[in-house]
């Protein structure tokens, strides 16, 4: 039995509404238990150069981009636990911002086309796109005034965990956008990145493939696949913790900020559809629209599980042979029964790897937005406008109530806005938003079957169990080993950092 469809409202950030909308960004930051960002980029530059071998090579070519290409649009998503709910239940509250730089900035016709393909809107960019100026502050205050990058001063002074997913270059975006300019070094941007979160940044592609160990490790894949389980172990009425999320309800006035999107429960399908193996395994496919097999990630999810449950069976049926003096049988590879050119990403395999690395940048081998799996998401995942008006005991400004998560099912929306949608959002308006939902979905669920692991071999649980084992590490494509986001003793911050840290925190740094 699986949960019905869940609904996302996502709350439309503009130059129009953005001063309007300050105060509850503010509280929401503020309020929150952890931060996910998400960003859309005008461009990545030389894709090679984004995965060379040298880590530091990497760092000069993502800095170089960062420079020369700008954010279209930032999503955030804050989740508050709730003590006074079910273990692990959550309000959440998603927001995208569009955003417009000041200065010139290239933008690669490859991201265009494949933006406009999933329906962002360059207009609407161009001509409500909250502006701001990239690198140092130049003039003004990035601690006071309603800009964006007075509310990324908010972010590090709140001093919550932030969360990504494959967030290398998001983080260097970030920083030359909104903080300072990049530091010429990695370790000295990593040294500045371990003041500015100390509450620790957690990647979830990296959680993924090194502790969900899922098939695949791509954003709407990983989503899913978490928020499958996550309603089957509800709905067996198997032991928790179990993930519970609930919304704001948004009524009046607001609801003209508000697109819903939802997100259909995954679903076996009649038709015997052959899935496109590249897509299945990273999220992409060249061929994109054109390509004539299927895209479907609720498909591949299912298929990749029976895969597994046959391997499991075939495992079963060769240990009780060999116990009964049979020998083992043939072609018994731990590989047999994957699907074709889709060795599981944790499972040794030379071409596998060497396939990984040169399709996957930040989102693996694309421009920022050519990610993985992003690009079937917009069909599958239609966004619903409701009829709803102004926040009811959200805590963001204190007049709305909250939505209540379902003990059943896992996630539930007002009826209202389940039963009445007013029209369809256009698709892909609010991906950055909607990504970072889905990106700080995963932590959570990671952080509840963490709960539950420990539980069951004794642990004791800790009051912050934020998955201590994938604290400050960072997913780096085509590498076994991460990123460590920390400070050396050999290391010093830059001086643009430590200009900023005495702004943002005076002398308590």
């Not at 590989?335 to 790897?353: C, Q, R, S, T, Y």
């Amino acid at each position: 039995m699986m949960t019905d469809s869940q609904i996302v409202p996502v709350i439309d950030v503009h130059s129009g509404n953005f001063k309007e909308l300050w105060p509850a960004l503010v509280v929401a930051i503020k309020t929150s238990s952890f931060i996910a960002l998400d960003t859309e980029l005008s461009g990545l530059g030389n894709r090679k150069s984004l995965l060379a071998e040298s880590i530091e090579d990497r760092y000069k070519a993502i800095c170089h981009a960062a420079r020369s290409r700008s954010i279209l649009s930032l999503g955030f998503a804050c989740f508050k636990k709730l003590d006074h709910k079910s273990p692990d239940s959550y309000l959440v509250q998603v927001y995208n911002l569009t955003l417009l730089c000041s200065e010139e900035y290239i933008i690669e016709p490859q991201s265009v086309q494949f933006l406009v393909q999933h329906g962002f809107d360059f207009n609407k960019q161009y001509s409500h796109g909250i502006s701001y100026c990239k690198g140092n502050n130049k003039g003004g205050s990035d601690d006071r005034g309603i800009h964006i990058r007075a509310l990324f001063t908010e972010l590090l002074r709140a001093r919550k965990p932030l969360v990504l997913h494959n967030g290398l270059i998001d983080m260097a975006f970030l920083y030359q956008s909104f903080y300072a300019h990049l530091p010429e070094r990695l370790a000295t941007f990593t040294a500045d990145l371990s003041d500015m979160f100390p509450a620790g940044i957690y990647d979830t592609k990296y959680i993924t493939e090194f502790e969900l160990r899922l098939t695949a490790s791509y954003l709407e894949y990983a989503y899913k696949k978490c928020k499958l389980d996550n309603s089957r172990g509800l709905s067996s009425g198997a032991p928790g913790p179990h993930l519970h999320i609930g919304f704001c309800q948004y009524a009046g006035h607001m609801s003209t900020y508000v697109d819903y999107r939802e997100c259909p429960a995954v679903a076996s399908s009649e038709e015997q559809t052959e899935v496109c193996q590249r897509f299945s395994a990273f999220g992409w496919c060249p061929n994109g629209t054109k390509c004539p097999l299927s895209h479907d990630t609720d498909l591949i999810i299912l298929q990749d599980e029976k895969c597994k449950d046959d391997k499991r069976k075939k495992r079963k049926r060769q240990r009780e042979k060999k116990r009964g003096g049979g020998a083992t049988a043939e072609g018994s590879a731990v590989f047999d029964g994957a699907p074709l050119n889709k060795i599981p990403n944790m499972e040794v395999d030379p071409e596998g790897d060497k396939q990984d690395t040169t399709t996957e940048t930040r989102r693996d081998d694309l421009p920022h937005g050519e990610s993985e799996a992003k690009p079937d998401e917009e069909q599958s995942m239609s966004a619903e406008k409701d009829d709803g008006a102004e926040l009811q005991n959200c805590p963001t400004t204190g007049t709305a109530e909250e939505s209540k998560p379902e003990e059943g099912s896992g996630e539930k929306l007002s009826d209202r806005s389940v039963k009445a949608p007013k029209k369809k959002a256009d698709a892909g308006t609010h991906r950055a938003g909607f990504d970072a939902y889905m990106t700080a979905y995963i932590f959570a669920f990671s952080c509840a079957l963490s709960k539950k692991e420990d539980s069951e071999v004794g642990e004791n649980e800790k009051e912050q169990s934020w998955l201590p084992a994938c604290l400050n590490k960072v997913y780096l494509s085509g590498k076994a080993a991460p990123l460590n986001v920390v400070k050396s003793t050999f290391t010093k911050s830059s001086k643009a950092h430590l200009q900023k840290m005495e702004m943002v925190w005076g002398g308590g740094m």
